[in-house]
Structures are given as C-alpha cells and as structure tokens.
C-alpha cells in the first residue's frame, strides 16, 4: 500500500460517521486498501501523475475557516438555493433555507436514508474509479437532491465548494447525490473555488446523478482553483428512458486536477450534451477522461471539450464512447479542439470509439493547432496590438461553447474572468456587455 | 501621403518587387494592374507588414514617416487600411467586439476619447447599411459563415470605420458579381473626398468602370513599366500584358 493509501484509511478511522453508511464505507475501504496504486504504466493516468499525494501526503482534515473567505470569493450571481461547503464542511450561516427535497446526508429522515442507500455507491464504479473507493470510504456528508414524479425544483441548487488555505497539507471529501424521478426536472451548479493565495488541500469530490424516465437535469461542474490545489473528482450518471443530461464542465487550476464524466445510457431514447473547457497555464494539469456506455438502442450523445493550454502546462483529454452490442441506432458526436499557446505546453488527447453494434452514427475528432497567425495579422492590420489580438483569439476559442450555457448568470460569471486570463483586457466589462447585445 | 522608391522585397526567400517607383499624393486614386505574379498582392502585404514580406531595400515614406519601421498595428492606427484579397473568419471574435477594439485602438493614437459602447453600435448599424450589410452580421464571429461578397462588403464597411488616409484594396473585385462590385464601389466612392489616397489593385479592368482611377499602373516582374491614365485600362483589357513584359514598357 502506497503511503497515501495508508494516511487515508488513517483519516477515515478519525471520522464520525453515521451507522447507516457503515456498509458503503466498508466496501470502499476494502477496494481502496487492496488496489494497486496507479503509476504511469496504469492507462488511466498514464500522462497524469499522484505523486503530489505522495510526495506532500496530506495528514490531516481540513479545519472549519467560515470568516476568511467572504473577501477573497465571489459567488455566481444566481438566483438559487445556495450550500456553501468551506474545506468540506457545511456553513449553515452561509446557505439558504433548504426546499423540501435538498438535504445534507447527516439530516435525512428515514425515507430519505433509505433512498441515499438505495443509489448511493451504484452509479459511481469503483472499478472505474479508484478515488470514487475512496469516496466511499470517507463517506459522512453529502448532499441529497431529490425531485419526485412530475416535479420541477423551483430554483436551482447552487453548491458552492470554497478552500482555504490551511497550515498543514490537508484533505477534504464532497459527495454528492441527485436521484430525478420520472418526468422530473432540476438544476444543479457545482462550483469549486479558491481565493489566488497557496493552497494545499486535496479535494475528492464525487456526484452521482440518477435521471429516471423522461426526467431532465442541467447540470453544471465549474472548477475555479489556486494552481496548488490537488482535485480529484468524478461525475456519474445514469439516464433512464428519454432521460435528459445536459452538463457544461470547465477547469482551471490546479497542479493535479482530474475530472472524470462517467455516463451509462440505460434507458432508449435518452440524450447526454456535454460540453467542457480547460485551460491550464504555469504549471497546471487538468486531466478529463469522458466515458459514455451506450448499452441500449436509440440514445444520443454530443460531447464537445475545447481546450487552451499555455506556458508550462499540461492537459489530458481521454473521451470514450462504447456502443454495446445491443445500442443499435445510436447517434454519437464527440469532438476535442486544443489551443496551444507556448512551445512548452503539451496536451494528450485520445478519442477513442469502441462500436459493437452495426447501424449507428459515430463521429469522433480531435484536433491540436497554435494560434492562427493569419487571423493575428488580420486584427493587427486594424491596428489592434498583438496582445489584445492573442487575447481575442484565445477567448474566441472558447467563446462559442461560453455562448451555449443556458445560465446566462454563469456567462456573466465567467466571462470578465475567463478574458483576463489571456491578458488584461482594455474595456473587460463593456465589450463582455457588447458580446450579448 | 505615399513616396515609394525602388522598393525591394521578398517573400520566403524568393525576390518578388524589384525596384518599385510609385509617388501617390493625397486625394488619387491609383490602379495597379498586372499579370498574376507580377507582384501586385506583395505590394499591399509589404505596405501593411504582413510578416513573412520583407523589404529588402528602397524606401517608403508614409506622410513623410519611415513606414517600413513601424509595426503592423501602428501602420494601421497611423492610417493605412489593407482590405483583404481573402478577408479571414475568425470564429468565436464577434465582428463589433473586433470593430469596436480597432475603432477605440484607432482613436486613442489620435488623441481622442474612446467611444461608448452605445455610441459605436450606432455608428457601427448605420455603416452595416451603407454596405448593405444587415446589422445581425455585427453579432456574427468575424467573417464566419460569410459569403464571398458579405466578406468583401465587411471589409469596406471597416475600411469606413477606421477612416484610414490611405486605402489599399486588394482583389477586391475578384469573385464578385455586378451587383456585389456596385455596392462596393459605391462604398469605395462614398469615401473619395479629395484628401483620402487609394490603391487599387486589380486584374480587371471591369472595376475600373466603377472607381474610376486618376493613374494606372502596370506591374510586371516586380517593376512598373508602364503608368497612365484610366485609358491604360482599356488599353491592357484589349490587347493583354505581353506587349508590355516584353517590351521596356
């Protein structure tokens, strides 16, 4: 067992933890105690390193911080029922009241503890995910969303997963689960953030989104983190007949950040849009691995991830598509564009298309290109500096994904940003304005 | 406004002008016509600093500056405009956020306060007409999806925007038909106003008919060899360029 998987089952063996979770913490911990550790030789981390674990391992739970934050953090200007977590624990004084339906795991009734252990651990495969075992293992807390037959969530519910620094490396475990029942409708927006000073938490944070018959849910994954920050996490769903996901992911920061999007098509006729940006620099690594089972006839699924990577950084795109034998008429699009803005930033890309099945549509593609020196003269040609030329360029790059979020308060959050993120921008604000006239 | 004298250049080590001469004082209007390859497009791409086109020797002053030492952008805001033989799509770039950044860019180097953004959509709606261009292509990614003649019409339109001294139009007739030309022109026309230099370059003489020129000049072998009147014109659409490659021009 490697050293982190020793402090681990060390940090779970401090914790306080329900009797009624005791089976999946089991389980996880025996999955997680007798897995071989990944290295580079294990496919799916072959271009993404632990060693951070290993080499730092964090020793400790992150403490409570509910005052620091306030000045470093902006919240997402939504109207919604907000969570707030600092460093993985529940600020009550920070969060709405909570709507019939949205409840943290350590308040569920009866009923509802037995709906949590009825999905909990099933969407999300250990087998698949190593650190959904260790998830398991750490499980305490978390929040339930729960949508009964018919029903639609009034407002969306906004979790806001703040870090803080801490004295010591430190760990911090999220979990969340969202079970839709049939023709019901919901809005989740997962938001992680820091302020810009060191961190050094390592966050596991895992969702588990079961979407029954003819249900809908729009889901949100947005990962805004100090580049120390080590984040390992994992989306996990499951959709039903005519089940509706439709996620929008995006990633900055981080040394270590890997965000898996696992999606079981389960049910005829249900439909995943996935859309993802990345966009590390310095140092940073993000790592998306996407991994779609279509294992029943007539599902769709259109995942599109764009990617810019500058100066010294590395991203990993992994995006699978596995058409069983039985998932006949499935029609499936997956596209990877990168943008490579410095001779030392590097990108991995792997589309990868297994079909078992015979009369489906399946397009992959993956592209890699630097900026278009063309397009860099043409706008300096107008007098624009090159500076503000990369700028545009890059953000243009990512701009037709930002112009598809539904949620325009998202758009509104990102973009001022995103945009300073290739350079100050010399009127921010006013031309985001002007980008929505 | 222009003074150039026995221009050089070369384009990926191959020499393409070979001692260009070309004097264009405020208010002309100047064709330059040729054969392909005779260097025609190296002269605008040299004139804005398109990297890649280097001048190797020769002189050009640009109201009476050193233009070969300034950057592309300053060439610009100092106010030569380059309308593209192919205008490039930039996807992603909203065409007003593009205009707007030039326009402010353009206006900051002459000492003048920065439009509101209010300001510069309604300047920016009522240039769309005058190109015939609907004002939702201001929403669109720069060019994207445009067709031939929209390109071309998106061009002028920001040629009217940034009010440049010297205007150099390259091809811009290529691949438009009769009506796409006589909005261009017209547009071209608009902003003729005796103090304003354009070159135009061309391979036809059909252009010709609608921006009328004031001098035409044949290129060939990277030289003039011959310079007239709008009559020249005529003269190279019937009889072609050989007599003058040939020839000592």
């Given at each position: 067992m490697s050293d982190f998987q020793q402090q681990a089952l060390t940090l779970a063996a401090e914790q306080q933890s329900p009797e009624w979770l005791t089976a999946l913490r089991a389980r996880g911990t025996d999955v997680w105690s007798t897995a071989k550790w990944p290295t580079r030789k294990t496919e799916a981390w072959k271009y993404t390193s632990l060693n951070p674990l290993q080499t730092d391992t964090p020793a400790q739970w992150?403490?409570?911080?509910?005052?620091?934050?306030?000045?470093?953090i902006d919240p997402i200007a939504l109207d919604a029922t907000r969570l707030v977590f600092i460093n993985g624990h529940f600020s009550r004084e920070h969060s709405s009241e909570l709507p019939a339906g949205v409840v943290r795991f350590s308040e569920a009734d009866a009923s509802q503890q037995a709906l949590i252990?009825?999905?909990?651990?099933?969407?999300?495969?250990?087998?698949e995910h190593l650190f959904v075992a260790l998830s398991d293992a750490w499980a305490t807390d978390g929040i339930l969303l729960h949508v009964p037959r018919g029903a639609r969530l009034e407002k969306p519910v906004?979790?806001?997963n703040v870090a803080t620094p801490e004295a010591q490396p430190a760990v911090s475990s999220q979990r969340v689960l969202v079970v839709l029942e049939d023709n019901s409708e919901a809005e989740l927006i997962e938001h992680y953030v820091s302020g810009s000073e060191k961190q050094n938490l390592f966050v596991n944070s895992h969702t588990e989104v079961v979407?029954?018959?003819?249900?809908?849910?729009?889901?949100?994954r947005i990962n805004l983190e100090q580049e120390d920050l080590l984040h390992v996490g994992g989306v996990h769903i499951d959709l039903h007949r005519d089940a509706r996901f439709l996620g929008f992911t995006l990633a900055q920061g981080s040394r270590l950040k890997r965000i898996d999007y696992h999606v079981n098509h389960r049910g005829e006729g249900a439909h995943l849009g996935l859309n993802g940006v990345y966009l590390p620099r310095n140092k940073q690594l993000i790592d998306y691995h996407t991994n779609v089972e279509h294992r029943v006839p007539n599902c769709t699924t259109d995942e599109v991830f764009r990617g810019i990577i500058g100066d010294s950084a590395k991203a990993v795109f992994n995006g699978r598509i596995h058409i069983h034998q039985d998932a006949q008429k499935t029609l499936a699009e997956l596209s990877n564009k990168n943008l490579l803005t410095s001779p030392t930033a590097e990108i991995n890309t792997k589309p990868e298309l297994e079909i078992y099945a015979d009369d489906v549509r399946c397009a992959h593609g993956a592209t890699i290109a630097q900026l278009d020196e063309t397009s860099v003269f043409y706008l300096q040609s107008r007098g624009v500096t090159r500076a503000d030329a990369v700028r545009m360029l890059s953000f243009g790059f990512i701009n037709e994904l930002l112009n598809e979020v539904p949620e325009q308060a998202i758009q509104d959050y990102l973009r001022p940003r995103l945009t300073t993120l290739f350079g100050e921008s010399p009127q921010g604000d006013e031309l985001g304005q002007m980008r929505y006239e | 406004m222009l003074s150039i004298k026995g221009l050089h250049a070369k384009v990926e080590e191959k020499d393409i002008l070979q001692g260009l001469d070309i004097e264009i004082n405020p208010g002309e209007v100047h064709a330059i016509m040729g054969p392909n390859g005779s260097g025609k497009s190296t002269l605008g791409n040299v004139l804005s600093g398109r990297p890649g086109y280097e001048a190797t020797g020769g002189s050009v002053l640009f109201?009476?500056?050193?233009?070969?030492?300034?950057d592309t952008e300053e060439r610009a805001r100092e106010g030569i405009f380059l309308a593209f033989q192919y205008p490039v799509e930039i996807p992603g770039v909203s065409n007003m956020e593009f205009l707007k950044v030039a326009v402010d860019a353009k206006r900051k180097h002459a000492g003048l306060p920065e439009l509101s953004a209010v300001e510069f959509m309604k300047l920016a709606r009522e240039t769309s007409k005058r190109v015939d261009l609907d004002a939702s292509f201001l929403k669109r990614g720069v060019n994207e999806g445009f067709s031939g003649g929209?390109?071309?019409r998106n061009e002028i339109m920001q040629m009217m925007l940034l009010e440049p001294d010297l205007c150099i139009l390259d091809e811009t007739d290529s691949g438009l038909d009769i009506d796409a030309l006589q909005v261009v022109a017209d547009g071209v026309n608009s902003m003729r106003d005796g103090k304003r230099s354009f070159i135009v370059v061309t391979h036809y003489q059909r252009l010709l008919d609608y921006i009328v020129p004031d001098y035409v000049h044949v290129l060939a072998g990277g030289r003039i060899v011959k310079s007239g009147t709008k009559e020249l014109a005529l003269e190279l659409e019937a009889k072609g360029y050989g007599w003058l490659e040939n020839g000592e021009g």
């Amino acid at each position: 067992m490697s050293d982190f998987q020793q402090q681990a089952l060390t940090l779970a063996a401090e914790q306080q933890s329900p009797e009624w979770l005791t089976a999946l913490r089991a389980r996880g911990t025996d999955v997680w105690s007798t897995a071989k550790w990944p290295t580079r030789k294990t496919e799916a981390w072959k271009y993404t390193s632990l060693n951070p674990l290993q080499t730092d391992t964090p020793a400790q739970w992150a403490s409570v911080d509910d005052c620091a934050w306030q000045q470093a953090i902006d919240p997402i200007a939504l109207d919604a029922t907000r969570l707030v977590f600092i460093n993985g624990h529940f600020s009550r004084e920070h969060s709405s009241e909570l709507p019939a339906g949205v409840v943290r795991f350590s308040e569920a009734d009866a009923s509802q503890q037995a709906l949590i252990r009825q999905h909990l651990g099933t969407v999300a495969n250990t087998g698949e995910h190593l650190f959904v075992a260790l998830s398991d293992a750490w499980a305490t807390d978390g929040i339930l969303l729960h949508v009964p037959r018919g029903a639609r969530l009034e407002k969306p519910v906004y979790i806001l997963n703040v870090a803080t620094p801490e004295a010591q490396p430190a760990v911090s475990s999220q979990r969340v689960l969202v079970v839709l029942e049939d023709n019901s409708e919901a809005e989740l927006i997962e938001h992680y953030v820091s302020g810009s000073e060191k961190q050094n938490l390592f966050v596991n944070s895992h969702t588990e989104v079961v979407v029954g018959n003819n249900a809908q849910i729009q889901h949100y994954r947005i990962n805004l983190e100090q580049e120390d920050l080590l984040h390992v996490g994992g989306v996990h769903i499951d959709l039903h007949r005519d089940a509706r996901f439709l996620g929008f992911t995006l990633a900055q920061g981080s040394r270590l950040k890997r965000i898996d999007y696992h999606v079981n098509h389960r049910g005829e006729g249900a439909h995943l849009g996935l859309n993802g940006v990345y966009l590390p620099r310095n140092k940073q690594l993000i790592d998306y691995h996407t991994n779609v089972e279509h294992r029943v006839p007539n599902c769709t699924t259109d995942e599109v991830f764009r990617g810019i990577i500058g100066d010294s950084a590395k991203a990993v795109f992994n995006g699978r598509i596995h058409i069983h034998q039985d998932a006949q008429k499935t029609l499936a699009e997956l596209s990877n564009k990168n943008l490579l803005t410095s001779p030392t930033a590097e990108i991995n890309t792997k589309p990868e298309l297994e079909i078992y099945a015979d009369d489906v549509r399946c397009a992959h593609g993956a592209t890699i290109a630097q900026l278009d020196e063309t397009s860099v003269f043409y706008l300096q040609s107008r007098g624009v500096t090159r500076a503000d030329a990369v700028r545009m360029l890059s953000f243009g790059f990512i701009n037709e994904l930002l112009n598809e979020v539904p949620e325009q308060a998202i758009q509104d959050y990102l973009r001022p940003r995103l945009t300073t993120l290739f350079g100050e921008s010399p009127q921010g604000d006013e031309l985001g304005q002007m980008r929505y006239e | 406004m222009l003074s150039i004298k026995g221009l050089h250049a070369k384009v990926e080590e191959k020499d393409i002008l070979q001692g260009l001469d070309i004097e264009i004082n405020p208010g002309e209007v100047h064709a330059i016509m040729g054969p392909n390859g005779s260097g025609k497009s190296t002269l605008g791409n040299v004139l804005s600093g398109r990297p890649g086109y280097e001048a190797t020797g020769g002189s050009v002053l640009f109201k009476g500056q050193d233009l070969l030492e300034l950057d592309t952008e300053e060439r610009a805001r100092e106010g030569i405009f380059l309308a593209f033989q192919y205008p490039v799509e930039i996807p992603g770039v909203s065409n007003m956020e593009f205009l707007k950044v030039a326009v402010d860019a353009k206006r900051k180097h002459a000492g003048l306060p920065e439009l509101s953004a209010v300001e510069f959509m309604k300047l920016a709606r009522e240039t769309s007409k005058r190109v015939d261009l609907d004002a939702s292509f201001l929403k669109r990614g720069v060019n994207e999806g445009f067709s031939g003649g929209e390109k071309k019409r998106n061009e002028i339109m920001q040629m009217m925007l940034l009010e440049p001294d010297l205007c150099i139009l390259d091809e811009t007739d290529s691949g438009l038909d009769i009506d796409a030309l006589q909005v261009v022109a017209d547009g071209v026309n608009s902003m003729r106003d005796g103090k304003r230099s354009f070159i135009v370059v061309t391979h036809y003489q059909r252009l010709l008919d609608y921006i009328v020129p004031d001098y035409v000049h044949v290129l060939a072998g990277g030289r003039i060899v011959k310079s007239g009147t709008k009559e020249l014109a005529l003269e190279l659409e019937a009889k072609g360029y050989g007599w003058l490659e040939n020839g000592e021009g």
